[in-house]
T-cell receptor, first 115, second 115 residues
Framework: GAGVSQSPSNKVTEKGKDVELRCDPI?????LYWYRQRLGQGLEFLIY????????KSGLPSDRFSAERTGESVSTLTIQRTQQEDSAVYLC?????????????FGEGSWLTVV | AQSVAQPEDQVNVAEGNPLTVKCTYS??????LFWYVQYPNRGLQFLLK??????LVKGSYGFEAEFNKSQTSFHLKKPSALVSDSALYFC?????????????FGQGTELSVKP
């Protein structure tokens, strides 16, 4: 597609339920990133995928968070047993590669509300 | 560690006046600097980047940024502000390839342009 596509755009879930967020990167982009943005706060790095290399999971806040990516395509971010503090917008981004000069492009985000 | 600081939480400007949104950085090695804009309830949109070369970088929507190595700054500027420029602006530095090339963001600056 023309840009990074994320779904769902909005999700309201009950505390304790699992949620799955999907990201479809720009075609040909090998690098994929997930960020979290809590209300009124900055962007927090969660996880990074590059091609078939092992992902960098250093930003995942707890073991309730996990993510997968199939090759160089779609990625899913899963949050198990959601808590109210998980309420945030989850932004996916992609880039041609991890080289510093490449631009990282963001999707519109998945807005998660845990009630 | 690499970091970015945006010293102003909010900037208020009258329409038609020049605007500046400040950003300073701390990196080891060459800095790769980016500006993004976030409109309400939207994802991040890329504005411009500095990789190398001219210190004055031009970007989307009439924005430009000036890279100053001695002051470790990368301030965003626009000669004449529009009400539609009102948004949240993020400065970011991209870490090196061996660290996954992820973006480290400042906390953001809320720009308000009044008619």
């Amino acid at each position: 597609g023309a840009g990074v596509s994320q779904s769902p755009s909005n999700k309201v879930t009950e505390k304790g339920k699992d949620v799955e967020l999907r990201c479809d990167p720009i075609s040909g982009h090998t690098a994929l990133y997930w960020y979290r943005q809590r209300l009124g706060q900055g962007l927090e790095f969660l996880i990074y995928f590059q091609g078939n290399s092992a992902p960098d999971k250093s930003g995942l806040p707890s073991d309730r968070f996990s993510a997968e990516r199939t090759g160089e395509s779609v990625s899913t971010l899963t949050i198990q047993r959601t808590q109210q503090e998980d309420s945030a917008v989850y932004l996916c981004a992609s880039s041609l590669g991890p080289a510093s000069g490449n631009t990282i492009y963001f999707g519109e985000g998945s807005w998660l509300t845990v009630v | 560690a690499q970091s970015v600081a945006q010293p102003e939480d909010q900037v208020n400007v009258a329409e038609g006046n020049p605007l500046t949104v400040k950003c300073t950085y701390s990196v080891s090695g060459n800095p790769y600097l980016f500006w993004y804009v976030q409109y309400p309830n939207r994802g991040l949109q890329f504005l411009l980047k500095y990789i190398t070369g001219d210190n004055l970088v031009k970007g989307s929507y009439g924005f430009e940024a000036e890279f100053n190595k001695s002051q470790t700054s990368f301030h965003l500027k626009k000669p004449s502000a529009l009400v539609s420029d009102s948004a949240l602006y993020f400065c970011a530095v991209r870490v090196g390839y061996n660290q996954g090339g992820k973006l480290i963001f400042g906390q953001g600056t809320e720009l308000s342009v009044k008619p």
